[in-house]
């Protein structure tokens, strides 16, 4: 173990953790200093928001005591269930205690012996981690590539099979084509199980997510997280009756973990009716995200993650820490979750941010191009 932790450190890759002495917004203290953050995933500033607070906890308590299907299926959580439900339109939702435990249960349940998987090779850890767990047979497409889940579906004759992938992918900020996907689907009578962590809140109609832009097709089924811009904890799965009575009887993440908490619930349920009501809020991230493409001179960003490639670890993490000398936190992603020459700066917007903090960001980028020794990248 110790000659792994040397490894990792002279590679660049140690992980340390440091404190958080406020809320996780635009403006945070972070291990005694103040930044201006562009590392939160909450796009619109709710994890902030105090009307969220008011979540009924001194009516159901702080901790949901059990297991949903012993007594902790509690009356927030089942409210959340029917107003995730009704925003996605579907049949049903079931929620779980994150978006990993939502991914490594939901698609082992779905994705069984004789079915094939086709997983875009970008997706996040916890699709990953569900398709090992799955014992269907495991085929990975290349990154949006629509010709080769083609391929992979011709090659897949027999068994079910399933498309899984990430709406917006977590670390590029590309959105999946999902249009083009669900024509394969119904082609070859596959399904498509859509993780729409980083679209929730940010795209759709009413910020339901891609899923929102297609026409409704039960072969979409949508798991999601309540931990980013919904601004709760936990994650949750949408679709027709079938599919949930059948998670409820086979999902283990779900059988075997204590339910989502009252008060986490009950913050969930805010957080969605004010994405659902409050159309500004969507259209403030909007006029950030247009505003931080043209001051970085790139097409307008398909979502709230901006990419900035770096290289290599080392060059990353010194990046990082050159923006964090002047007061500003955007993360340095390196392997396992990037390729190892494909380590970046991770910028997330939110609603919360202001036209003045954009244009700050953009002058430190600015000048961490223009560092003639190379020093800062
Ligand atoms: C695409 C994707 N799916 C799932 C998750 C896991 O969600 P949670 O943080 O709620 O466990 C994340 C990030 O954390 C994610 O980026």
């Known amino acids: 173990m110790q000659q792994s932790l040397d490894r990792f450190r002279e590679c660049g890759l140690e992980r340390v953790r440091r404190e958080l002495a406020s809320p996780a917004g635009t403006a945070l203290r972070w291990q005694g200093r103040d930044y201006l953050s562009f ?5 619109l500033g709710l994890g902030c928001d105090s009307r969220l607070a008011h979540n009924g906890a001194w009516t159901y ?8 299907l012993i007594t902790g299926w509690s009356i927030p959580q089942q409210r959340l ?19 990993y435990a939502t991914n490594i ?33 495991l085929r990975i497409s290349r990154h949006n590539d629509i010709d080769h889940i083609r391929e992979l579906l011709v090659q897949s004759p027999s068994g079910r099979r399933w498309i899984v992938a990430d709406s917006v992918f977590s670390m590029d900020g590309d959105l999946f084509p999902l249009a083009d996907a669900l024509a394969l689907a119904r082609e070859f009578d596959a399904a498509i199980v859509l993780d729409e962590a980083h679209a929730t809140g940010v795209i759709g109609r009413s910020g339901e997510g891609l899923a929102g832009t297609v026409p409704r097709d039960d072969r979409i089924i949508v798991v999601g997280t309540l931990s980013k811009s919904i601004g709760a904890q936990g994650g949750f799965v949408c679709s ?4 949930v009575d059948y998670l ?21 349920i805010e957080g969605i009716r004010i994405i659902r009501q409050d159309r500004l809020l969507r259209e403030r991230l909007w006029a950030n995200i247009r505003s931080l493409s043209e001051t ?25 820490e050159a923006l964090m000398e002047v007061g500003i936190l955007v993360p340095a992603i390196r392997p396992p979750t990037v390729p190892v020459d494909g380590c970046r700066l991770r910028i997330s917007l939110s609603a919360a941010h202001s036209e003045t903090d954009i244009q700050r960001l953009a002058d430190a980028l600015a000048s961490l191009k223009q560092d003639p020794g190379g020093e800062k990248v």
């Open 61 to 68: 308590g702080t901790g949901a005591g059990s297991s949903p």
């Open 296 to 320: 970085l001179g790139i097409p307008p960003n398909p979502s709230a993650i901006f990419p900035f490639h770096i290289g290599r670890a080392q060059e990353a993490v010194r990046a990082s």
């Open 105 to 137: 249960g939901v698609i082992p349940a779905l994705c069984l012996a004789g079915d094939t998987i086709i997983s875009d090779e970008r997706n996040h850890a916890s699709i990953i981690d569900g398709c090992r767990l799955s014992r269907a047979t």
């Open 81 to 99: 269930e029917r107003d995730l439900a009704d925003w996605h339109g579907t049949e049903a939702a079931l929620t779980f205690s994150s978006g």
């Open 39 to 43: 590392a939160s995933n909450d796009y």
């Open 248 to 268: 409820i009887h086979t999902c283990r993440s779900w059988i075997f973990s204590t339910s989502l908490a009252p008060p986490t619930a009950g913050a969930a």
């Open 240 to 243: 027709s009756r079938l599919v």
